[in-house]
């Protein structure tokens, strides 16, 4: 069974700082992906890596996929309220659907 | 356009009811997918059809069955509804049957079960 543990759990900051949530593995992926989910909806697919080293950026925040592609991290520069949701990480090997991770609650307060 | 829906948005029922959930999806995926979300926010995996072909049952309780009457919508009948089965449900839809490049969620069912 593979598994994802996301860290921190809960995460509470202001306007304006910087933060970065890890996903990490003992097992190998062939891809990782990024998810927020707001209160009431589902969740949204914000990147996919695929690469080991790989690093994509969306405005403010930066993806990188571990180089032996079992772990990831997620850095918000400058976070706003608007990033506020709950960061999903999941992974995908060849025959089996996506392992997600518990989730990282994200609060930011203006 | 939305691209993946469901219907209906909040359920609320007695145990012991039969109930049933809808989903369609508009972009074309071949896989679409049945998932729980508990209270502590986690996301599992219970059914994955694709082109109308069950290709994932998780260990699900049999009162739970999934159908896809084309590859476009996959629906969900719960049979004899029990509290524990209270929970957020969300359909998903993938290009490719491992969700390897993603998967697309529509906004979930909240059931309630009294």
């Known amino acids: 069974t593979q598994l994802l543990e996301q860290s921190p759990q809960f995460l509470s900051i202001q306007e304006g700082e910087n933060l970065t949530v890890y996903c990490n593995s003992s097992s190998v992926f062939s891809s990782l992906q990024w998810y927020r989910q707001e209160p009431g909806e589902g969740p949204v697919l914000l990147v996919t890596v695929v690469t080991g080293g790989e690093v994509k950026k969306l405005k403010r925040l930066t993806f990188q996929f571990g180089d032996a592609r079992k772990d990831s991290s997620l850095h918000i520069t400058a976070a706003q309220p608007g990033d506020t949701g709950l960061y999903l990480c999941a992974g995908a090997t060849g025959y089996s659907t996506l392992t997600f991770g518990k989730g990282t609650m994200l609060l930011v307060s203006p | ?114």
């Open chain 2, 1 to 114: 356009d939305t691209a993946v829906s469901q219907t209906p948005k909040y359920l609320v029922t007695q145990m012991g009811n039969d109930k049933s959930i809808k989903c369609e999806q508009n972009l074309g995926h071949d896989t679409m997918y049945w998932y729980k979300q508990d209270s502590k926010k986690f996301l599992k995996i219970m059914f994955s059809y694709n082109n109308k072909e069950l290709i994932i049952n998780e260990t699900v309780p049999n009162r739970f069955s999934p159908k896809s009457p084309d590859k476009a919508h996959l629906n969900l009948h719960i049979n004899s509804l029990e509290l524990g089965d209270s929970a957020v449900y969300f359909c998903a839809s993938s290009l490719f049957r491992t969700g390897t490049l993603g998967q697309f969620f529509g906004p979930g069912t909240r059931l309630t079960v009294l």
